[in-house]
């Protein structure tokens, strides 16, 4: 430096010992400068002033000889020494040299820097205020110093600088929030922990109301809660803590709908399972499930992204008990705010509350900024975000292709949890039963799907997607004739179904107990239901064989049994897989017999004395012909022994095979069971059954010498002898104990079993010829 400019007011002497490399004689010139500052104080010489801190800023502070830089700091220190309460007068020209030192490349001079700034600082005290940002701006970076000495000092001066945001009411939050919400996003630890050591501080003041920028801020505080650092997170926890807590006591003036994406963007669980991330999850979980129950409807227009973020975790193992929990509650909460007002054209306007909760974002600049840094950071993929509702649209409404969207992508995902398909479907069922006219337009496009969850592994799977399927097949808004509706399914996916079965039979029992509150009639679903289930059947055997009964039984349960078989029925009658419509009958028919759902159905058969069981047991007889034993069997049921015993007799013409005959002797179990009990007991009527006897005789002349065999012929020699059992002639009747109804052909259902018989044969025959045929073609090349 030159030390013949002028530098007055300032003396040489001074300027030299500036300029000097030791400390003490730069102290002693500190001291000089500050006597020299308080004199011009005392005569009020403004100008003067401002030209001794203007020298030590630009002559010094400013120079490139680091001493003297050095001593520059410490004048500039003694001037606000001597200012004492008028520095702020001079902050701004005081301020900026001593920050520019912040950048230096010394950590000595850096050092120096601070100690100047604290001594500012300290003197100036609530007149600083006015300058935060930018003393804010250089104590982040100061934080992150790997000089030890340097980031020492930074601390006294963010303590000094704390002390004065708390005890000051004139602190700018408006100016500031800008600045801190880009300085959150940094990734150094150092300026992490400055950074939320400043949020908790204005957290903690009672004039700063730091809950109107949480928006801003969000996003920043999930990214730190995943930090490394262990007490970091631990603040960060304690600070997102202090909010939640805030946010309880004053939800009217909680900006709701602005933090919502950011939740659903930390919900979701990352790819790598580490403790930082699951920290993340289970918090904003936990906010959610907060702010569901306490923002209600107006989370609806973000439902589908939530559910996004909560499904996957539904199926979480216990070690992700607290978030899987979370999730559950958020799950279960979200699903209560689904109403039927949803169904309408126009949702109910919404309540002031909501109204004030449902603002739009001040910028949604800030918004979207927000969210796409988070995203940048995190590395979520495929994140389905949301816009909040505009001040044009006052109503909340459902985001129901949203959630449609969402279930449907996790029904298809084969990777999909248990208790998050269960989920699924419960949301299905529910959206059935709230908003059904909106549901059945999504209808074709759930249909397959929910046909293919069937095959699923989980019985509670299968009970919910029966659930479903039923709320969709008995509907009164699935009750359309629209042109092309549920027209998606694949043709060569149904079986062909008879021109008479097109009409429909509509029900006239009631739905079991745990159905919706829906008409028990079925809509224009229910027939294409059965059909696409029997296809179903058709092409999965081992389903049909593992889980049919179970599936069927529970449909009786959720719908009315008797269209259940009476549909079945008329498709299987023009089934072309003879071999699967035999099979078919044979579980229906069992199911018919044995399961405890179908108690009303048995008990209408048995007694043929109306229109409607008559045509019912017609029905069902045409069909059971693909099954020669169900058929008896069914005769048995409905007490039609004559008829049973006529088409025993023509089991002499069909081909007796083993399974022929296990069927049989499971016919003789069945009648040995409580389901028979009535059959039994007319046996003691020997002149009125005689037919009954004839027919279980035939079955035992079908009989191999088996335990089957045993057990019939011992019941049968348990008959009584009629002589005995002759009624008095008071008491003669004429017939047997149960009439014909006369208005069933039986004539006509013989030739049909007749008929079906031999389509029967004509099919094992073919099979046969088809089986020999490459053996007769090896012998003629042979011979």
């Given amino acids: 430096m030159n030390t013949e400019k002028d530098f ?15 400390y003490e004689k730069r102290k002693v010139a500190a001291l000089e400068i500050e006597k020299l500052v308080r004199e011009f104080v005392a005569q009020n010489n403004s100008t003067q002033i401002r030209h001794v801190i203007q020298i030590l800023a630009t002559e010094f502070a400013l120079s490139q000889h680091p001493h003297s830089r050095k001593g520059g700091l410490i004048g500039l220190a003694a001037c606000s020494i001597a ?97 801190l919400r880009e300085r959150i996003y940094s990734n150094n630890q150092y300026a992490r922990q400055f950074i939320i050591s400043w949020i908790l501080v204005l957290e903690s003041v009672p004039d700063i109301n730091l809950l109107d920028y949480l928006p801003e801020i ?29 946010i309880k006591k004053n939800p009217s003036s909680v900006k709701f709908a602005e933090m919502a994406n950011i939740l659903v963007i930390h919900c979701q669980g990352p790819d790598e399972s580490k403790l930082t991330n699951d920290l993340i999850q289970l918090t904003a979980m936990t906010w ?55 169904d309408e054209e126009e949702a109910a306007p919404p309540t002031e509350t909501q109204t004030q909760e449902d603002s739009p974002p001040k910028t949604q600049d800030i918004l979207d900024n927000s969210l796409n840094a988070s995203q940048d950071s995190v590395g979520f ?30 029904l298809h995902d084969s990777s999909t949890g248990m208790m998050t398909r269960i989920a699924v479907l419960k949301w299905l069922y529910h959206l059935y039963i709230k908003t059904p006219r909106k549901m059945f337009c999504h209808t074709d496009s759930l249909f397959p799907m929910l046909l293919k969850t069937l095959s699923d592994e989980s019985d509670e799977v299968i009970l919910k997607d029966l659930e479903v399927l039923a709320e969709i097949a008995s509907s009164p808004a699935g009750q359309t004739d629209v042109p092309g509706s549920c027209d998606n399914f694949d043709s060569k996916s149904e079986l062909q179904v008879p021109a008479s079965a097109k009409t429909a039979h509509p029900g006239t029992g009631s739905k079991g107990t745990d159905c919706s509150p829906s008409t028990p ?14 296809k179903r059947f058709s092409m999965e ?66 007694d043929l004395h109306t229109q409607e069981s008559c045509a019912l047991f017609c029905c069902l007889y045409r069909s059971w ?14 007490q039609n022994y004559k008829h049973a015993y006529d088409l025993i007799q023509k089991f002499g013409d069909l081909e007796v095979t083993v399974d022929f005959l296990m069927e049989v002797d499971k016919l003789v179990q069945l009648i040995e069971s409580p389901i028979f009990t009535y059959l039994r007991l007319q046996l003691l009527d020997v002149e009125n059954n005689p037919y009954l006897i004839k027919a279980l005789y035939g079955l035992l002349m079908l009989l191999p010498q088996s335990q089957a065999f045993q057990l019939l012929s011992h019941r049968l020699r348990c008959v009584p002898n009629p002589e005995l059992m002759r009624p008095a002639p008071q008491s003669k009747h004429s017939g047997s104990s149960k009439p014909v109804p006369s208005r069933v052909d039986y004539r006509e259902l013989l030739q049909h079993f007749d008929r079906v018989q031999s389509k029967h044969l004509e099919v094992r025959h073919q099979r046969a010829g088809r089986a020999e045929h490459p053996d007769r073609r090896r012998g003629e090349v042979s011979t």
């Fill in 521 to 534: 009639s079925m809509n224009s679903y229910f027939y294409k239901f059965m059909i696409n289930l029997l």
């Fill in 218 to 246: 969000l996003d920043g505080l999930f990214q730190i809660l995943g930090d490394g650092s262990k007490e970091i997170r631990r603040t960060c926890e304690v600070v997102l803590g202090e909010f939640l807590k805030e």
């Fill in 541 to 606: 055997r081992k389903l049909l064989e593992m889980r049919g009964a179970f599936i069927i039984r529970q449909l009786c349960l959720l719908l009315n049994a008797e269209n259940i078989f009476h549909s079945m029925a008329d498709i299987l009658l023009k089934e072309e897989d003879l071999k699967f419509a035999s099979t078919m009958v044979q579980t229906l028919n069992t199911i018919l017999l044995t399961s405890a759902e179908l108690f009303q159905l048995r008990n209408q058969l048995k």
């Fill in 381 to 410: 993929s495929n994140i389905s975000f949301f816009a909040p509702t505009s001040t044009d649209r006052p109503q909340v409404t459902l985001d129901l292709d949203g959630i449609v969207q969402v279930l449907d992508r996790h």
């Fill in 625 to 638: 012909c693909h099954n020669p034993v169900a058929t008896v069997s069914l005769c048995f049921l409905t």
């Fill in 83 to 179: 200012l004492g309460k008028d520095s702020g007068l001079y902050l701004k020209e005081l301020i900026e040299p001593v920050l520019t030192c912040f950048n230096d490349s010394d950590s000595r001079l850096r050092y120096y820097a601070c100690e100047a700034l604290y001594n500012i600082v300290k003197v100036a005290r609530g007149a600083v205020l006015p300058h935060f940002n930018v003393l804010f701006d250089g104590l982040s970076k100061l934080a992150a110093d790997p000089d030890p000495n340097v980031k020492s000092g930074s601390e006294l001066l963010d303590r000094l600088l704390k002390d004065i945001v708390t005890e000051s009411n004139k602190f700018d939050l408006v100016a500031f929030v800008p600045l």
């Fill in 8 to 22: 007055s007011p300032l003396t040489p002497n001074i300027v030299r010992a500036l300029n000097d490399k030791l």
């Fill in 288 to 342: 959610m499930r907060e702010f569901i129950q306490l923002a209600g409807r107006v989370v609806l227009p973000y439902s589908s992204g939530i559910l996004t973020a909560v499904l996957p975790c539904l199926s979480y193992d216990d070690r992700k008990k607290s978030t899987k929990e979370a999730a559950s509650a958020c799950n279960h909460s979200l699903m209560k705010l689904v109403t039927p007002e949803d």
